[in-house]
């Protein structure tokens, strides 16, 4: 599995990955010339299938799971595409609240991948006028979304 940076026509290289040991697997990939960022997720059945493939992550082939697609998810952004911190390059205030049904859920994504998927459920609400984020929120985000293992 490789991944082109189509701005440079450079090969990224890979970065970090993790298999938090639920069966999911998450790896990020980075382009050497402008620091762009690709990210791939998969739950458990598409773990399976990246390993059925013989794809390997970072030198090592993914560990055996269950079956199903590939979705990789593209992340445009500099290095800190993958920040944790919730806040906004942009310096605006006001954005969403979380609650704490909804925080506890965003608690259990795994490692570098946190960020990017707050912002997404925080892109959401602000695309959908929504104040606060909640369990129920983060379920619709999802079905929209196509996100169903986030
Ligand atoms: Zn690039």
């Given at each position: 599995?490789?991944?082109?940076?189509?701005?440079?026509?450079?090969?990224?290289?890979?970065?970090?990955?993790?298999?938090?040991?639920?069966?999911?697997?998450?790896?990020a990939f980075r382009c050497p010339e402008c620091?762009?960022?690709?990210?791939?997720?998969?739950?458990?059945?598409?773990?399976?299938?990246?390993a059925s493939l013989g794809v390997k992550i970072?030198?090592?082939?993914?560990?055996?799971?269950?079956?199903?697609?590939?979705?990789?998810?593209?992340?445009?952004?500099?290095?800190?595409?993958?920040?944790?911190?919730?806040?906004?390059?942009?310096?605006?205030?006001?954005?969403?609240?979380w609650t704490a049904e909804a925080q506890e859920?965003?608690?259990?994504?795994?490692?570098?991948?946190?960020?990017?998927?707050?912002?997404?459920?925080?892109?959401?609400?602000?695309?959908?006028?929504?104040?606060?984020?909640?369990?129920?929120?983060?379920?619709?985000?999802?079905?929209?979304?196509?996100?169903?293992?986030?």
């Open positions: 599995m490789k991944f082109l940076c189509i701005n440079c026509d450079r090969q990224m290289v890979f970065e970090e990955r993790q298999f938090p040991g639920d069966g999911t697997l998450a790896a620091g762009r960022c690709v990210a791939i997720l998969t739950n458990p059945m598409e773990t399976q299938l990246v970072g030198g090592r082939t993914v560990p055996e799971q269950p079956m199903e697609t590939v979705r990789g998810m593209v992340v445009t952004g500099k290095d800190n595409a993958f920040d944790d911190s919730g806040g906004r390059a942009d310096g605006r205030t006001g954005g969403p609240t859920r965003l608690a259990r994504v795994h490692g570098f991948v946190r960020g990017m998927v707050k912002r997404i459920y925080g892109d959401y609400a602000r695309d959908h006028g929504i104040a606060e984020i909640t369990p129920a929120v983060m379920d619709a985000a999802r079905s929209e979304l196509g996100l169903e293992e986030m």
